[in-house]
């Protein structure tokens, strides 16, 4: 345990700094080091998160907290001339929750704490604004009661709405003070009815209860659920930072905003944020007012302003990154009331790297490692078509960027059970609460008919890389009645919608879409992700349409190409039975030379789309009975096929196995029928050989699959390396081809030495070898992996991340082993794990030589690999002083932080 519980900060002097996010919250080290700088900031102290790690661990606090948090308020007292809860200049302060990662709007926060029936009578004469007191406390009383005291939301939100509608009035500056006091009255008796107890009206009794309540916030459903998504420790816990109020509502010369030195949108360097006057920062947050654009602040408080532009500029060269900032002017005076790096949409956050390094504010090293890869996938798919048909219903804020059609749905928990169920879904609301975060991770996209650019739903759907058009004013949300009502017409849950977040419209049901255009910038970020990376990226692709796509993406070759995929086309299906459903040898390979030239015509396109890059094709590796038609299909396949359905139904029965994954597949078909491996050689190499007499330069992989045994993978390569020599000696060419092999079970990996004598290269099918370490059927596992994933018995799910410590561990085994007996073994991956970032730095670390992916994934895998490479020893240093919530790094977790 530290010695120090408690950093202050104020007078400019700081206990703390940027640099102790893990133990003072991301939100308490930037307070640090903004007074540190000379930003105006209100002062105040941060509880330490060790002490919320102790109070949920052990029920209570550290022995000395309370004793050290006196002696802070004490210094509190001095530096503001207040004290709290005296009766001639009473201490207000906030009380705020601030992990070391960034997580908006998921954890409490109190305001206006130290206000009871008799300081609010002293904050009324010393303002000489009574509404203004009353109206502080009655938020005070709100805030208290829901967070500290349990209080339902919806009781409080009841008889607020109640006071409005008697006073005729929508918002709540319409209120009189005489109406302020009442609802502060019902307030009150709300939370005796709701514990049993007193409102608290002793400040230090409230300040205990809301640090309480903060901590208590670490564990809600919301922070749990953000954590999770966000892969977020939870042995982490929060900081408590208390701080002396400063007010936006105290008339007209006062307000308070959330701005961004530029927009987290696009990524334009212009200041970007929206304000209100007479409010407090709930307020702009979320969204019940819709607030005004940070520019129309130059007319209503200019000097407060001007002095805005001038702290900002300081604050985005001082942290050298993109800054969200939130502040208050009180009386015309400015206070910066937190600063954080700002979250960004995968277009800004490309933009900001690249322009910053032509600023000469950061390095292309740090560049490339301020882009979140996950979020690139953004950039890399489809737009709405400009030019398509399509009926406008509503017109919002682009929140958040990129285009996607679902169904309406207004219940966040019925948008979980929905997409559950494999439907797309969007979440239509009024206005999104923090409480609403797991519908909207559920969502394609999110609408809300109140809020800004700054409100809840667009910044966490920025965070997620989800569309959002927000303060769709056109739109009437009536959620209790499952509708939504614009100009001409009305849609139900249900009905289809399509979302432009770029351009914040709604559309009725579908809208085509067209293919995305990269930036410049984008190129250039690449471009300098190719330059440091180590690690190979090649893309897995079928079809030549494919193999271009991954080649416009940066893919350096073809690491699986699956053949079984090509039986499926057309009439190649009704052949592939004809082979299986042979009696003998001969007749099998009549219906061999039927596929045969289709094979070739197919590996031909890919060669030619490949021009100059390694293509590895590997062999047949489904079992045969999934070529088969369904028992119900038996009769007509018969009919249309003319072949005796009892034939169709042996074989079906012949071909059925238990346990298929296991079964008679791969190497072994090759193994028991070898004219397949025969017929798929034949193909490859008479392609790869018309390929070169069309100009084009080849390098054949062939690749053979579940091999268990060094003796499976002897009698195969003998096999392909016969029918290579008699191609190229019919041919009078000479190819440079390879053979080698996919590692996919653990016997293979484990005698990986023996396997090198044999293969050429290694091509670790991680799919497959995470099945076969753990024991799970991928295709049955996802009825109870995500109760294991939520429980903590396993990190992640093993079929989207790689598991280091297991199937890694067989990985490092397998390329150490089979390295010593080849140094020059070809070594990679093409499960789907290839295109995952952590999964792309482990492969880094055990120095395979590439990752092969699907095409949309191939720059993800090309940034993540650059990543890696930069954040070795040198790299580690660069990206902590990144400091950008998607990059920054907590040891060796790759967590973000940033509060």
């Given at each position: 345990?530290?010695?120090s519980?408690?950093?202050y900060?104020?007078?400019?002097?700081?206990?703390?700094?940027?640099?102790?996010?893990?133990?003072?919250?991301?939100?308490?080290?930037n307070?640090a080091?903004?007074?540190?700088?000379g930003?105006?900031?209100?002062?105040?102290?941060?509880?330490?998160?060790?002490?919320?790690?102790?109070?949920?661990?052990?029920?209570?606090?550290?022995?000395?907290?309370?004793?050290?948090?006196?002696?802070?308020?004490?210094?509190?007292?001095?530096?503001?001339?207040?004290?709290?809860?005296?009766?001639?200049n009473?201490?207000?302060?906030?009380?705020?929750?601030?992990?070391?990662?960034?997580?908006?709007?998921?954890?409490?926060?109190?305001?206006?704490?130290?206000?009871?029936?008799?300081?609010?009578?002293?904050?009324?004469?010393?303002?000489?604004?009574?509404?203004?007191?009353?109206?502080?406390?009655?938020?005070?009383?709100?805030?208290?009661?829901?967070?500290?005291?349990?209080?339902?939301p919806t009781?409080?939100?009841k008889?607020?709405?109640?006071?409005?509608?008697?006073?005729?009035?929508?918002?709540?500056?319409?209120l009189?003070?005489?109406?302020?006091?009442?609802?502060?009255?019902e307030?009150?008796?709300?939370?005796?009815?709701n514990t049993?107890?007193?409102?608290?009206?002793?400040?230090?009794?409230?300040?205990?209860?809301a640090v309480?309540?903060?901590?208590?916030?670490?564990?809600?459903?919301r922070?749990i659920?953000?954590?999770?998504?966000?892969?977020?420790?939870e042995?982490?816990?929060?900081?408590?930072?208390?701080?002396?109020?400063?007010?936006g509502?105290?008339?007209?010369d006062?307000?308070?905003?959330?701005?961004f030195?530029r927009?987290?949108a696009?990524?334009?360097?212009?200041?970007?944020?929206?304000f209100?006057?007479?409010?407090?920062?709930?307020?702009v947050?979320?969204g019940?007012?819709?607030?005004?654009?940070?520019?129309?602040?130059a007319?209503?408080?200019?000097?407060?302003?001007?002095?805005l532009?001038?702290?900002?500029?300081?604050?985005?060269?001082?942290?050298?990154?993109?800054?969200?900032?939130?502040?208050?002017?009180?009386?015309?005076r400015?206070?910066?009331?937190?600063?954080?790096?700002?979250?960004?949409?995968?277009?800004?956050?490309?933009r900001?790297?690249?322009?910053?390094?032509?600023?000469?504010?950061?390095?292309e090293?740090?560049a490339?490692?301020?882009?979140?890869p996950?979020?690139?996938?953004?950039?890399?798919h489809?737009?709405l078509d400009?030019?398509?048909?399509?009926?406008?219903?509503?017109?919002?804020?682009?929140?958040?960027?990129?285009?996607?059609?679902?169904?309406v749905?207004?219940?966040?928990?019925?948008a979980?059970?929905m997409?559950?169920?494999?439907?797309?879904?969007?979440?239509v609301?009024?206005e999104?609460?923090?409480?609403?975060?797991?519908g909207?991770v559920?969502?394609?996209?999110?609408?809300?008919?109140?809020?800004?650019m700054?409100?809840?739903a667009?910044?966490?759907?920025?965070?997620m890389?989800?569309?959002?058009?927000?303060?769709a004013?056109?739109?009437?949300?009536?959620?209790?009645?499952?509708?939504?009502?614009?100009?001409?017409?009305?849609?139900?849950?249900?009905?289809?919608?399509?979302?432009?977040?770029?351009?914040?419209v709604v559309?009725?049901?579908?809208?085509?879409?067209v293919?995305?255009?990269?930036?410049?910038?984008?190129?250039?970020?690449?471009d300098?992700?190719?330059?440091?990376?180590?690690?190979?990226?090649?893309?897995?692709?079928?079809t030549?349409?494919?193999?271009?796509?991954?080649?416009?993406f940066?893919?350096e070759?073809?690491?699986?190409?699956?053949?079984?995929?090509?039986?499926?086309?057309?009439?190649?299906?009704?052949a592939?039975?004809?082979?299986i459903?042979?009696?003998?040898?001969?007749?099998?390979k009549?219906?061999l030379?039927?596929?045969?030239?289709?094979?070739?015509?197919?590996?031909?396109?890919i060669?030619?789309?490949?021009?100059g890059?390694?293509?590895?094709?590997?062999?047949?590796?489904p079992?045969?009975?999934?070529?088969l038609?369904?028992?119900?299909?038996v009769?007509?396949y018969s009919?249309?096929?003319g072949?005796?359905?009892?034939?169709?139904r042996?074989?079906i029965?012949?071909?059925h196995?238990?346990?298929?994954?296991?079964?008679?597949?791969?190497?072994?078909?090759?193994?028991t029928f070898?004219?397949?491996?025969?017929m798929?050689?034949?193909?490859i190499?008479?392609?790869?050989?018309?390929?070169?007499?069309?100009?084009?330069?080849?390098?054949?992989?062939v690749?053979?699959?579940?091999?268990?045994?060094?003796?499976e993978?002897?009698?195969?390569?003998?096999?392909?390396?016969?029918?290579?020599d008699?191609?190229?000696?019919?041919?009078?060419?000479?190819?440079?081809?390879?053979v080698?092999?996919?590692?996919?079970l653990?016997?293979?990996?484990?005698?990986?030495?023996?396997i090198?004598?044999e293969?050429?290269?290694?091509?670790?099918?991680?799919?497959?070898l995470?099945?076969?370490?753990?024991?799970?059927?991928r295709?049955?596992?996802?009825?109870?992996?995500?109760?294991y994933?939520?429980?903590?018995?396993?990190?992640?799910?093993p079929f989207?991340?790689?598991?280091?410590?297991?199937?890694?561990?067989?990985?490092?085994?397998?390329?150490r082993?089979?390295?010593?007996?080849?140094?020059?073994?070809?070594?990679?991956i093409?499960?789907?794990h290839?295109?995952?970032?952590r999964s792309?730095?482990?492969?880094?670390?055990?120095?395979?030589?590439?990752?092969?992916?699907?095409?949309?994934?191939?720059?993800?895998?090309?940034?993540?690999?650059?990543?890696?490479?930069?954040?070795?020893?040198?790299?580690?240093?660069?990206?902590?002083?990144?400091?950008?919530?998607?990059?920054a790094?907590?040891?060796?977790?790759?967590?973000?932080?940033?509060?």
């Open positions: 345990m530290p010695k519980l408690v950093y900060f104020g007078g400019g002097h700081a206990d703390g700094g940027k640099d102790d996010k893990l133990l003072l919250g991301g939100k308490g080290a307070l080091e903004m007074t540190r700088i930003i105006p900031v209100p002062p105040g102290f941060t509880i330490t998160t060790e002490n919320c790690k102790l109070y949920l661990s052990q029920g209570g606090y550290a022995q000395g907290l309370k004793e050290q948090v006196a002696d802070a308020i004490k210094r509190l007292e001095k530096d503001t001339g207040k004290v709290f809860g005296g009766s001639e009473p201490l207000l302060v906030s009380v705020r929750s601030g992990a070391p990662a960034s997580m908006p709007g998921m954890m409490d926060t109190i305001l206006n704490l130290g206000l009871n029936d008799r300081t609010v009578q002293v904050l009324a004469k010393n303002s000489g604004n009574e509404r203004f007191a009353w109206d502080s406390y009655r938020r005070f009383a709100q805030m208290y009661g829901d967070v500290v005291l349990l209080v339902p009781k409080h939100e008889l607020l709405d109640e006071c409005k509608e008697k006073r005729g009035v929508a918002a709540d500056t319409g009189t003070t005489e109406d302020l006091k009442e609802l502060v009255r307030f009150k008796a709300l939370a005796q009815a049993g107890k007193p409102f608290p009206e002793e400040p230090v009794e409230q300040l205990w209860g309480e309540a903060v901590f208590r916030s670490w564990n809600n459903e922070a659920a953000y954590r999770r998504v966000n892969r977020i420790p042995s982490w816990g929060t900081a408590v930072n208390v701080q002396a109020m400063a007010y509502n105290m008339g007209d006062s307000g308070t905003g959330v701005a030195t927009n987290p696009t990524g334009e360097n212009k200041f970007f944020g929206e209100l006057v007479n409010a407090q920062g709930e307020d947050v979320a019940i007012r819709t607030p005004l654009h940070i520019d129309e602040m007319g209503a408080l200019p000097a407060a302003y001007q002095e532009l001038k702290q900002q500029n300081v604050l985005e060269r001082h942290y050298r990154d993109m800054q969200d900032l939130e502040f208050t002017v009180e009386r015309g400015l206070y910066i009331l937190q600063t954080r790096n700002g979250k960004r949409t995968a277009q800004a956050s490309v900001i790297a690249a322009e910053m390094v032509d600023e000469g504010l950061i390095t090293q740090e490339v490692l301020r882009v979140d996950k979020q690139v996938d953004q950039l890399l489809p737009r400009p030019n398509a048909k399509a009926t406008v219903i509503g017109k919002g804020l682009p929140a958040s960027p990129g285009a996607a059609a679902g169904k749905v207004f219940d966040p928990a019925k979980v059970a997409s559950e169920l494999g439907e797309a879904v969007i979440l609301r009024r999104t609460s923090p409480d609403d975060f797991s909207m559920a969502a394609k996209a999110i609408v809300t008919a109140r809020g800004g700054t409100s809840h667009a910044v966490v759907a920025r965070g890389g989800k569309c959002c058009v927000a303060g004013t056109d739109l009437v949300v009536e959620e209790d009645e499952g509708v939504v009502r614009y100009e001409g017409g009305e849609l139900h849950e249900g009905d289809w919608i399509t979302v432009d977040g770029g351009a914040g559309y009725a049901g579908k809208v085509a879409t293919a995305p255009e990269l930036s410049t910038q984008f190129k250039r970020i690449m300098w992700a190719d330059k440091f990376r180590q690690l190979g990226v090649r893309t897995n692709a079928d030549p349409a494919d193999a271009a796509k991954a080649r416009e940066g893919a070759g073809i690491g699986l190409t699956r053949t079984e995929h090509m039986f499926f086309e057309g009439n190649r299906i009704q592939m039975r004809e082979m459903l042979a009696e003998n040898v001969e007749e099998r009549v219906a030379a039927k596929l045969l030239p289709m094979q070739r015509a197919d590996f031909l396109g060669f030619k789309a490949m021009d890059l390694p293509v590895t094709i590997r062999l047949l590796d079992p045969l009975h999934e070529f038609p369904h028992p119900d299909e009769d007509s009919k249309a096929a072949v005796d359905p009892v034939l169709v042996r074989a029965d012949k071909h196995e238990a346990n298929p994954m296991l079964g008679h597949r791969g190497c072994r078909l090759g193994m070898p004219e397949i491996t025969e798929q050689a034949q193909a190499f008479e392609a790869a050989i018309e390929a070169t007499k069309e100009g084009a330069t080849v390098f054949p992989e690749m053979v699959p579940l091999i268990a045994d060094i003796r993978l002897e009698r195969q390569t003998a096999l392909i390396h016969k029918v290579a008699t191609v190229q000696k019919k041919a009078g060419r000479k190819l440079d081809y390879k080698g092999t996919m590692i996919e653990p016997r293979a990996a484990l005698t990986a030495g023996q090198a004598k293969a050429q290269f290694f091509s670790f099918g991680t799919n497959d995470t099945q076969t370490t753990y024991g799970l059927s295709d049955d596992a996802g009825k109870f992996l995500p109760f994933v939520e429980q903590g018995i396993f990190p992640d799910d989207q991340t790689l598991d280091p410590i297991g199937v890694g561990r067989l990985i490092e085994i397998a390329t082993e089979g390295r010593a007996t080849r140094p020059d073994l070809k070594v990679g093409c499960g789907e290839g295109g995952d970032p792309v730095e482990f492969c880094h670390e055990v120095g395979l030589n590439y990752v092969s992916c699907s095409p949309f994934r191939v720059p993800i895998a090309r940034l993540a690999a650059a990543q890696a490479a930069l954040k070795g020893p040198k790299g580690a240093r660069l990206a902590v002083a990144s400091e950008t919530p998607e990059v790094t907590a040891g060796a977790a790759g967590i973000p932080l940033g509060e």
